[in-house]
């Protein structure tokens, strides 16, 4: 069963940086794709980065330019670098992933409708 594994949040001060990892040991993630979402205290859950099988990224506008989403296929694990936070960033943040999903990997940025669903990592950003 695909256990997508989370870590790497923590808190931090208004403008620090944070790098989430999600980690899908014991399979080949080559043609998956992967996405970042969060889920804030007393809010819907949003998509914040996806990509695609190709490296193609997509991102959330309240996150472009400070945000870079990453994988590495041959470690199976996905990659979120998080700069220039702020406290509008605090959230649970959960890794979701399908292998060789049948709409856009850019879609589900939308919906985050991904079947399987990690258990998320908190970041806490300080004022």
């Known amino acids: 069963q695909v256990r997508p594994v989370e870590s790497g949040g923590g808190s931090v001060q208004h403008g620090g940086s944070l790098r989430l990892s999600c980690a899908v040991s014991?399979?080949?993630?080559?043609?998956?794709?992967l996405g970042w979402f969060r889920q804030a205290p007393g809010k819907e859950r949003e998509g914040v980065a996806t990509?695609?099988?190709?490296?193609?990224?997509a991102y959330a506008d309240s996150v472009k330019g400070r945000f870079t989403i990453s994988r590495d296929n041959a470690k199976s694990t996905l990659y979120l670098e998080m700069n220039s936070l702020n406290p509008g960033d605090t959230a649970m943040y959960y890794c979701a992933v399908e292998d060789d999903p049948p709409r856009p990997c850019s879609w589900y940025l939308v919906d985050g409708k991904l079947e399987v669903w990690g258990q998320g990592t908190l970041v806490t950003v300080s004022s």
């Open positions: 014991g399979y080949t993630i080559n043609r998956w794709c």
């Open positions: 990509i695609d099988r190709y490296g193609n990224p």
